[in-house]
């Protein structure tokens, strides 16, 4: 099933939740796909293949295994988890959750820049024919707003086929992986810190003892002290 098409928990419990463990044994970079699903399949095959020319992990839907939390839930928890989002946008909002005001895709969108997680966005052209069963008329004006709210707060681009969208994809992801990756702040040691013996106190402290006609290992070598 389109897993933009699932009724289930409202907004405020998806923005809630909590981020799972990182399970997957895949090496490199993830890149989470977020659109509407039948109606830009061919694009969403497009984008996960130049996802993984690049060397880097395409989190698609259609990959996902089984999981006992809900659809949109599931996909929130996935966004989390990600490096980077690609977010495909034609003539769809999408299906809303139950109790929610908002589609998946503009959950995850949201989700995403509250997580600080770049978003790269690409948007079909309006001049491309497009099925008359993929366009959601009911719902333009909440696609509009959304589309209005991805062009305020990132850089958008246009696609009028898989082949060209690909190529933007591959483009942006090339820029993105090559950029410095931000030095971690360093680790606060917490322990007990121990002051090292000063010269004139190592005779009567000294910091390691050796009891009297024992040996002291040293590499390969052994020495004996005795009285």
Not at 21 to 30: E, M, P
Not at 78 to 106: C, F, N
Request: hydrophobic fraction near 40%.
């Amino acid at each position: 099933r389109d897993l933009h098409s699932f009724p289930t928990r409202r907004s405020s419990d998806l923005n809630a939740a909590a981020p799972v463990t990182q399970f997957s044994i895949v090496t490199g970079r993830r890149i989470f796909i977020s659109s509407t699903y039948t109606d830009l399949l061919d694009y969403r095959q497009a984008a996960s293949e130049a996802i993984r020319g690049l060397d880097l992990q395409a989190d698609d839907m259609v990959l996902w295994a089984a999981d006992d939390q809900s659809a949109p839930l599931y996909s929130v928890d996935r966004v989390k988890q990600a490096d980077a989002m690609v977010l495909l946008v034609a003539h769809r909002y999408g299906s809303i959750p139950d109790d929610g005001q908002q589609s998946v895709s503009e959950l995850e969108y949201g989700v995403a820049r509250e997580a600080g997680i770049p978003v790269f966005a690409f948007f079909v052209d309006g001049e491309v024919p497009w099925p008359p069963q993929h366009v959601e008329v009911e719902r333009r004006e909440l696609l509009d707003k959304f589309k209005a709210r991805i062009e305020r707060e990132v850089t958008r681009k246009y696609f009028r086929s898989p082949q060209e969208l690909a190529f933007q994809v591959t483009q942006s992801l090339a820029r993105f992986i090559s950029r410095p990756v931000a030095p971690r702040p360093p680790t606060r040691f917490l322990g007990k810190v121990r002051p090292v013996s000063t010269p004139s106190r190592l005779r009567s402290e000294p910091d390691v003892l050796v009891p009297i006609g024992t040996s002291v290992q040293i590499g390969r070598a052994s020495c004996r002290e005795r009285v």
